[in-house]
């Protein structure tokens, strides 16, 4: 998730945030329904408001460090794929 698009109150337009597009939202929400929220984990990047119905779900940031990319493998290795830790970082 990027923050693409802005969304706000039709009443308060001084609120609006950074948020992801409404698209990616409705495919996070298949994902979730096919795989499950343990089974699902959403990259995201830079400043955004996250879909509040989605509790349950993890969500890791993309770091310009690049420490994501472990974190990420080290979520797959929990959920039981097969995943190389040393390449992680490559």
Not at 25 to 41: D, H, I, M, P
Not at 65 to 89: C, I, P, Y
Request: aromatic residues 8%; glycine residues 8%; hydrophobic residues 35%.
């Amino acid at each position: 998730m990027t923050p693409d698009d802005y969304g706000f109150s039709k009443d308060n337009e001084a609120a609006k945030k950074a948020r992801p597009r409404q698209n990616v939202v409705l495919e996070l929400g298949y994902f979730v329904a096919k795989l499950g929220r343990s089974r699902t984990l959403v990259l995201t990047k830079g400043d955004l408001e996250l879909p509040s119905d989605f509790s349950g779900v993890v969500y890791e940031s993309v770091d310009n460090g690049e420490g994501w990319k472990m974190r990420l493998a080290q979520e797959l290795k929990s959920a039981g794929f097969k995943v190389d830790l040393n390449k992680a970082l490559n």
